[in-house]
């Protein structure tokens, strides 16, 4: 598949606002699905079954990273919720749906994840990369001398995108 002249950001934008309107149509199956499942109706379960719903959940932290802050979690908060209201997903959803949003903090930080997709895509071109010379030429930890600590935080959230990046097909 040819990749075009996007980058991976614009690439991982565009994986993302893909899968909207997928998500909206996953959850409109989901009365139905509960029907023909009397007994086993757990809303995780629908969501193991259509891989959609998680992916955009995921790809969007890595899209638009700026909505996972601290200030940005609540308004994150309120678009899931209005999201599920135009979705028409029943009410047993939203709880499920929420639980990521309630976790103290984000997982990962915005500018840790910026960093992750551009040494992602400068490991593809630069041969002799290194995490080392990546985090000391780009880390904004303030630190006077980036260490191992700086290196790992990019290199494991690195880690974790070409592992979603390889699951949704998705690989630089
Ligand atoms: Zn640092």
Redesign the pocket.
């Known amino acids: 598949m040819p990749h075009s002249s996007l980058s991976l950001k614009e690439r991982i934008q565009a994986a993302y606002q893909k899968r909207i309107p997928q998500f909206h149509e996953a959850w409109t199956k989901f009365p139905a699905w509960k029907k023909s499942h009397s007994k086993a109706n757990t809303v995780a379960q629908f969501i193991e079954e259509n891989p959609v719903i998680s992916e955009m959940v995921e790809l969007e932290a890595w899209a638009e990273p700026e909505r996972f802050t601290k200030q940005a979690r609540d308004a994150r908060r309120r678009r899931m919720l209005a999201m599920l209201d135009e979705t028409r997903a029943p009410l047993e959803v939203v709880p499920v749906m929420l639980a990521p949003f309630s976790k103290p903090g984000a997982p990962i930080k915005v500018e840790t994840r910026e960093l992750a997709i551009t040494a992602v895509e400068a490991k593809q071109t630069d041969p002799n990369f290194s995490w080392q010379k990546f985090?000391n030429q780009h880390?904004?930890?303030?630190?006077s001398k980036?260490?191992i600590?700086?290196k790992e935080?990019i290199r494991q959230a690195a880690m974790e995108l070409q592992a979603l990046l390889k699951r949704l097909n998705l690989e630089v």
Do not use: I, Q, T
């Open positions: 985090a880390c904004r930890c303030g630190k980036h260490d600590n700086c935080r």
